[in-house]
């Protein structure tokens, strides 16, 4: 489902928005009534907070809604609260929060709801769209979000490898992209291996998408995303609390999506790229295993220290692929490791890069626009820890330690010509609602990616927008 905005009418209730401060002052301007029911409920303007007020007939007067004092901690995605709090009807902001465009924004995401399989029509919150913002913009956005948050709570027994793979073809036509989809077998006569070897045992094959959009001599810009439908762990299988919420091992293929759509809705002036190895970490007869070892595309051999560590595997096949063309910018996306989860929490992806210009972007644009991420070390003497004893190298280290890191680093491996490169290591999920936020699948990182692209290449032919 993809939220919109209402249109505008002069019936819509208006929403203030007001600190503790401000809450006075905004009184004597509103009806009398509106002050005696605020005192009457105790309303303190408290961040979060809202109340309805009605007039004498009982039809509603105006919402209040309490912001954090502006300053660095004020989250610009509060007033996302109110499509969930508020009953359903049609509402306008009536005063500016802190940033208009993102508590729209997030008045979109709050109202998302995943109806594949437990239709909710159920009326909903509508916010006219608010004066001076790029309504269409904001709702591109909130799809791309969206169709990212579907892809990841839809279930592997629905998003199986082919239907995440339709989810492309789709995009491409919706696009007038190009795509080439390889599969099963086909992955080792074109010298991708390693995405054969952590898919082989699924019961549908495994599969890279190679989708391509824009003019051919354009800055290059390549996606790749990590596309693990169901994540077993593989013959080194995982406990049953941390094979739960698998599906959303495919959060960074889904991100990339969101990315690339919102990349080619904007008409970005760019040769654009995706790549999703797409796979299922399944076990049976075929499954690989640990000990084993196998070529790489880009000729390093790679043992099996652990089947579970299969999201570097299928990337580090993509990127080389990626990396032979040597484009102006590669990004990739992967649920890749508990490790980052445990560093940094769920909301707060890291990202790793030698680029200090690109860090420096990403880290501003991330903070810039709620798509928030921290950048951390690619440490190089932990490298010598992935070194195989009798391969080139191993999938995994033997201490567990700086787990994020040491994936960041085995990707590195696989990385030398492009010009700018950066992976995010994203949790894709919410696990608790926040404003914005429902819980479950979330896109991470794909906003920033799209804005990125616009501030470094410009739109439109035009130069830059920022
Ligand atoms: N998909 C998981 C990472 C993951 C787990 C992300 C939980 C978010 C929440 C990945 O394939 C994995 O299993 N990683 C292992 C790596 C380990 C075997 C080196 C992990 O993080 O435990
Ligand atoms: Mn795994
Ligand atoms: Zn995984």
Request: charged share 20%; net charge negative.
């Amino acid at each position: 489902m993809h939220p919109t905005f209402a249109t505008r009418t002069a019936a819509a209730v208006p929403i203030w928005f007001v600190t503790a401060s401000t809450l006075e002052a905004q009184l004597e301007k509103l009806p009398p009534v509106v002050a005696r029911q605020v005192n009457f409920a105790g309303f303190k303007a408290k961040p979060g907070q809202h109340m309805l007020s009605f007039d004498e007939q009982g039809a509603p007067l105006a919402v209040l809604f309490g912001l954090d004092q502006p300053g660095r901690k004020a989250d610009a995605f509060l007033p996302g609260r109110l499509s969930t709090l508020l009953p359903p009807g049609t509402y306008a902001f009536a005063n500016a929060p802190h940033d208009t465009g993102l508590a729209a924004l997030a008045w979109l995401l709050g109202s998302y709801r995943f109806t594949r399989y437990k239709p909710d029509a159920s009326a909903q919150a509508l916010l006219c769209a608010p004066d001076g913002i790029d309504v269409a913009a904001l709702e591109r956005e909130a799809a791309a979000s969206c169709l990212a948050r579907d892809l990841v709570n839809t279930p592997a027994n629905d998003m199986t490898p082919a239907a995440l793979a339709q989810a492309a073809r789709d995009m491409a036509a919706a696009h007038g992209a190009r795509i080439n989809i390889i599969v099963g077998d086909d992955l080792l006569a074109q010298n991708l291996p390693l995405i054969h070897a952590v898919g082989r045992a699924a019961h549908q094959p495994p599969r890279l998408v190679d989708m391509s959009w824009g003019r051919a001599d354009a800055p290059r810009v390549t996606l790749v995303g990590k596309g693990v439908c169901f994540d077993t762990g593989g013959l080194n299988i995982k406990p049953d609390a941390g094979m739960l919420l698998m599906k959303k091992d495919m959060g960074g293929a889904a991100a990339a999506l969101a990315a690339a759509s919102l990349i080619m809705a904007q008409g970005c002036d760019v040769r654009l790229r995706l790549l999703l190895p797409i796979v299922e970490n399944a076990i049976s007869g075929p499954a690989f295993r640990p000990g084993d070892i196998y070529p790489s595309r880009k000729g390093l051999s790679v043992e099996i220290g652990n089947t579970d560590a299969e999201g570097r595997l299928i990337l580090a096949d993509a990127l080389a692929l990626a990396d032979e063309e040597a484009p102006e910018l590669l990004l990739d996306f992967a649920t890749l490791t508990g490790a980052a989860r445990v560093a940094l929490g769920p909301d707060l992806p890291p990202f790793y890069t030698h680029d200090e210009a690109l860090a420096a972007d990403i880290a501003e644009i991330g903070s810039a626009i709620q798509d928030p991420v921290w950048r951390l070390p690619l440490w190089h003497a932990y490298d010598r820890l992935l070194d195989g004893k009798i391969s080139d190298l191993n999938n995994v280290t033997s201490g567990g330690f700086a787990g994020s890191i040491t994936a960041a680093l085995f990707l590195n491996r696989f990385v030398e010509k492009c010009q700018a490169y950066a992976h995010f290591d994203i949790y894709g999920w919410t696990p608790v609602a926040r404003p914005g936020r429902p819980e479950g699948g979330e896109c991470q990182a794909a906003r920033l990616t799209a804005a990125l692209v616009v501030q470094r290449f410009g739109q439109n032919g035009a130069k830059s927008l920022s």
